[in-house]
């Protein structure tokens, strides 16, 4: 898979998790930060610390890493695999 169709596949995946329930597209920061992150790490659980503190900061809640790692997991494998576990 090209990097900008893994990419443009992170974005939908980030976007449709909506751990807040804001509804999609509240999350252009957090994703372009995660996205970043996803490219950078290949820890399931450290991609899940990242996730966890990007959207602490800009919501000032914490997400259960439990939920974290969840999305970590889909992420990893949309960027090694070219496949998403939906």
């Known amino acids: 898979m090209e990097m900008q169709q893994t990419n ?3 974005v939908y995946t980030l976007d449709q ?4 329930g804001v509804g999609p ?3 252009v920061t957090e994703i372009a930060d ?3 992150a996803v490219h950078d790490l290949d820890d399931q659980m450290e991609l899940a610390r990242r996730i966890q503190a990007i ?3 800009s919501f000032e809640e914490v997400i259960p ?3 974290c790692k969840e999305i970590s997991v889909r992420l990893l494998e949309i960027k090694n ?3 998403c576990a939906m």
């Open 8 to 10: 443009l596949l992170l």
């Open 17 to 20: 998790w909506d751990p807040f």
């Open 25 to 27: 597209g509240n999350y």
């Open 34 to 36: 995660t996205i970043q």
């Open 55 to 57: 959207y602490e900061f």
């Open 65 to 67: 890493l439990d939920n």
């Open 81 to 83: 695999n070219g496949s």
